[in-house]
């Protein structure tokens, strides 16, 4: 052989070399699919051996739905080169796995047709979209759920999302904002238009905009002050412009009073949380209120000093600056600034007022919080991670295929006590978390609001209160369930305080009650014959009230065994249709007296596994309640539905209906709206525990209860949803 040949040998044993180290699943076709060679790399990816998988069919290996695009780039009438993007391939464990399919095409000499083929991995890829699609959607709840307003526009002014904080403030709908422009607005902003314009445009020319406060009017004409922040971020390599807006307009309103009125000052000044300054025009403190762990240094040392004896340099002068300029002009001004305290820079806004000739006051609030949630929301996935780190909510998360609790922030093991390995022991998590169960949360299948109660390391009971969240992953399969929590316990406590009230005031009017009904009784039984006609009548009034007053106090008592998780449920199977049949009876006096016609229109069987005793007052109060709150001669309905797993009964009457601000207050504790001396012709008893107890009732059964009414006079539904309950789930 000469010198500079390679031997055929030797380029095959490179050959070989190349695809049997290669990084990707390798291999040849015939032009019926079938595979005669594929390189080791597949036993790696899918976990055959190459040996047992030639003479396999590709199609076979194929998941059904993809089957027709390989077959399609098979035909003998396709391209000689094709790529298909995604692809999926079944494991030697039958699960399918994502992968880029490349075929090349040729003819030999021979005519024979070769198909070689390629197979990519893109598992990394997926799992790096499915990390940013998680990323995005932290980012989504913190914007709809900020306590500030959040407006997100393009450079054209043009507004393209805006959060919750900011429809519930301006009180406009999502739709009569969104792909408007600013500009449409103008008559909202209370005669500041042009400082609006002035502004757009100097953000634009800039880049940067310092913060600034407006006036301008909502919905209903009520004139509001906001505090704007306006800077351009990037997304996806646009620029937008995004708007962070706090409601301002308490405190501006006790601002113009202070100035107003000294005395009115004096006295509000000792409630005003922020930090207060008397300033003279040369720049001495003169009186202080306030919080002391925010000052530089201690009262002693700064009171009838100078700000230049006591602050940095710079920020003395800015402030004289800014007060010179406040006690000339007379308008209020606007700083922020920052300042080391203990070894840590704190934020702090000051508000500047004129006050008189030679003095100024300053209200300087710590907006260090604030600050830092402006940069989270600017930041990527690892700042969103260091905000929820940080969060004022606890959150715990859960991985729905490994059934266990993955992570937990620093805010709620800070309450649990326990670290986060702890917490991965389901026995311990059954012992600290209840009345609820991670895996009645798990197997939930809907976003829902939550309640329940922990008991910490320490053995204090602390109680939560959030919203689980769903995430899925690109195939729709639930991946993971997430926990936002916050403490309330000591809104708890204070309910067991009045509940503990309630119990033992109700317990001890029970003792002369007893009496009392015992008494007319007796008397009734064994006189009833002597005394006239209108003794009798007395004697049946008095029973007839102290009845009355019995059956609230066992609601009141029920309502705080209620509260305090006392009451357990005795589930039977029973038909829910028999116990709507029979309250109906129950009321059937009541119903002709008020000259009401019930309709029912309710299947024979609603079987399920109830406490028939008290889904029977449930049903009970709340058609008791139509026929009270609907005038003579009016139509009730009563309609039921099976809807998947879920039982759902309405009871419709065209009665005197319910408000808007009306809905959110019936289910709470003494929640009745008074309906007394407005003329119209209804039943109006009752201290409103009726609906409270029967919301706890359902709450324990695991279902739901609400209302909808379009407005007064308009009439009411009240909708009652049971889950079905199978026997092995007793």
């Given amino acids: 052989m000469l010198n500079g040949e390679i031997s055929s040998d030797s380029n095959e044993d490179r050959y070989h070399f190349l695809i049997n180290n290669c990084m990707d699943i390798l291999g040849e076709l015939n032009v019926n699919g079938t595979i005669l060679y594929v390189n080791p790399y597949i036993n790696n990816e899918l976990g055959y051996n190459p040996v047992e998988i030639i003479g396999t069919n590709f199609i076979d290996l194929t998941h059904p739905d993809d089957a027709k695009m390989v077959i399609k780039v098979l035909n003998k009438w396709a391209k000689p080169n094709a790529i298909i993007p995604e692809i999926r391939i079944k494991s030697k464990n039958n699960d399918f796995s994502c992968f880029e399919l490349k075929i090349k095409r040729f003819e030999e000499k021979n005519a024979q047709i070769r198909i070689i083929f390629s197979l990519k991995s893109i598992r990394r890829f997926k799992d790096i979209e499915e990390k940013i699609k998680q990323s995005k959607e932290g980012y989504k709840y913190l914007f709809n759920n900020s306590l500030n307003m959040i407006v997100l526009m393009n450079l054209s002014g043009n507004i393209i999302e805006v959060n919750k904080a900011l429809l519930k403030f301006t009180g406009e709908k999502k739709s009569n904002i969104i792909g408007k422009n600013f500009k449409n607005f103008d008559k909202n902003y209370a005669g500041n238009f042009p400082l609006v314009i002035e502004k757009f445009k100097e953000l634009l020319l800039k880049g940067t905009l310092k913060n600034f406060e407006l006036q301008f009017y909502d919905k209903k004409n009520c004139l ?278 309630l119990t033992r005031t109700s317990h001890e009017f029970k003792t002369p009650l007893i009496s009392i009904k015992g008494f007319s009784d007796l008397l009734l039984a064994e006189n009833r014959d002597k005394l006239d006609e209108k003794a009798v009548t007395f004697l049946e009034k008095v029973k007839e009230g102290a009845d009355k007053l019995n059956l609230l106090i066992n609601q009141f008592i029920e309502s705080s065994e209620l509260d305090k998780f006392l009451v357990k449920l005795n589930l039977t199977h029973e038909n829910i249709s028999n116990i709507i049949r029979d309250c109906i009876l129950e009321m059937e006096g009541l119903i002709k007296l008020r000259n009401h016609e019930v309709n029912l229109l309710i299947h024979n069987e609603l079987l399920n596994y109830i406490d028939k005793e008290k889904i029977h007052t449930v049903i009970a109060n709340l058609l008791i309640n139509a026929i009270k709150y609907t005038p003579r001669g009016g139509n009730i309905t009563i309609q039921s539905k099976i809807k998947r797993q879920s039982i759902l009964i309405s009871i419709k009457d065209n009665g005197i209906g319910l408000q808007k601000e009306e809905i959110s207050q019936i289910f709470q504790p003494f929640g009745k709206i008074e309906r007394y001396g407005k003329g119209w012709d209804i039943i109006s008893e009752g201290i409103g525990l009726g609906l409270h107890l029967s919301k706890e009732i359902i709450d324990l059964h695991g279902g739901k209860i609400w209302v909808k009414s379009e407005g007064q006079n308009k009439g009411s539904i009240f909708f009652l949803l049971l889950p079905i309950r199978k026997n092995e789930e007793i």
């Fill in 224 to 501: 509001k002050w906001a505090h704007i922040q306006a800077f351009l971020i990037e997304i996806k390599s646009k620029t937008f412009i995004q708007l962070i807006i706090q409601d301002i307009t308490e405190r501006k309103l006790t601002e113009q009073k202070l100035i107003d009125s000294e005395e009115k000052y004096r006295g509000i000044i000792e409630a005003v949380p922020d930090l207060f300054f008397l300033i003279g025009k040369d720049g001495s403190y003169l009186e202080y209120k306030g919080n002391p762990n925010f000052l530089y240094t201690t009262p002693e040392v700064f009171l009838g000093k100078n700000l230049l004896n006591i602050l940095p340099k710079k920020e003395a002068n800015l402030f004289l600056d800014a007060i010179q300029e406040t006690l000339e002009s007379k308008n209020p001004r606007i700083l922020e600034y920052s300042l080391s305290i203990k070894g840590k820079k704190i934020y702090f806004e000051a508000r500047i007022f004129y006050f008189t000739a030679d003095q100024a006051v300053l209200f300087i609030r710590d907006i260090t919080n604030r600050k830092i949630i402006e940069e989270k929301l600017k930041e990527s996935e690892e700042k969103y991670r260091n905000l929820i780190e940080t969060s004022s909510m606890g959150l715990l998360e859960i991985d729905i295929k490994k059934g266990g609790i993955v992570y937990i922030n620093p805010r709620l093991l800070g309450l649990i006590g326990y670290t986060l390995e702890e917490m991965r022991d389901e026995n311990l998590v059954y012992n600290v978390i209840y009345p609820i169960k991670i895996d009645d949360i798990r197997k939930s299948p809907e976003d829902k609001n939550i309640e329940f109660r922990i008991i910490n390391k320490e053995g204090k009971i602390i109680w939560l209160s959030g919203r689980t969240l769903h995430h899925y992953n690109t195939k729709g399969e639930l991946t993971h369930l997430r926990l936002w929590l916050q403490d309330i316990t000591e809104r708890k406590e204070l309910e067991e305080i009045k509940s503990n009230l």
